[in-house]
């Protein structure tokens, strides 16, 4: 088998990123995105899906009138550095993989479920309430937009689901980490699906 690995340069008007990725990883990870709650949370998701992850961002402050743009990089980065390392996912040219995934993380009192299908079919149904306009140094309408930019560019289709919580950064905390242990379990190897693709 392969190295399961990506590296992805994306390069626009406002930011240069570099992305690389290790699936079958330990959770050893590096973000340096410029925004801390960004860090906090894509460094969670890393760690609790055992990736190997390292993104370092350079932008253009004249370019940046706010977080949209970096946010939005990152994670069209995130998105194809995992579609790349994953591989071809048309039926017969599957890497094995068990497809699935769903988590439910607590955090104190936030619970947020997390359920994709890491396939050929990228869109995002992200039910996240927002408790408050800014969280950290970043809006937390950004949040939800990360969760559709990194579903259309690796072609997951991703849900989630808030179930319960009051305090946001607990609640994005719980969402990111069930993220991770939900991308883990459906980008895992599964032996007895070699070659093949598990149903349409």
Known sequence: MKPRTATIERVTGETNITVQLNLDGTGQVNVKTGYNFLDHMVTLFGWFGFFDLTIAVSTK?????????????????LGQAVRQAVGDMEWGNVQGIARY??????????????????????????????????????STEMITHWFDAFARESKTALHVKYLAGENQHHIFESAFKSFGKAMEQATRLEPRLAQQAPGK
Do not use: C, K, N
Request: aromatic share 4%; glycine share 6%; proline share 7%.
């Open 101 to 138: 995934g769903a988590f439910t993380a607590v955090m104190d009192e936030a619970l947020v479920l997390v359920a994709v299908d890491v396939y050929t079919r990228g869109l995002a149904v992200v039910d996240l309430p927002s408790v408050r306009p800014t969280i950290g140094d970043i």
């Open 61 to 77: 402050p004249e370019q940046q009138p706010d977080d949209h743009h970096t946010v939005e990089d990152v994670a069209i980065a």
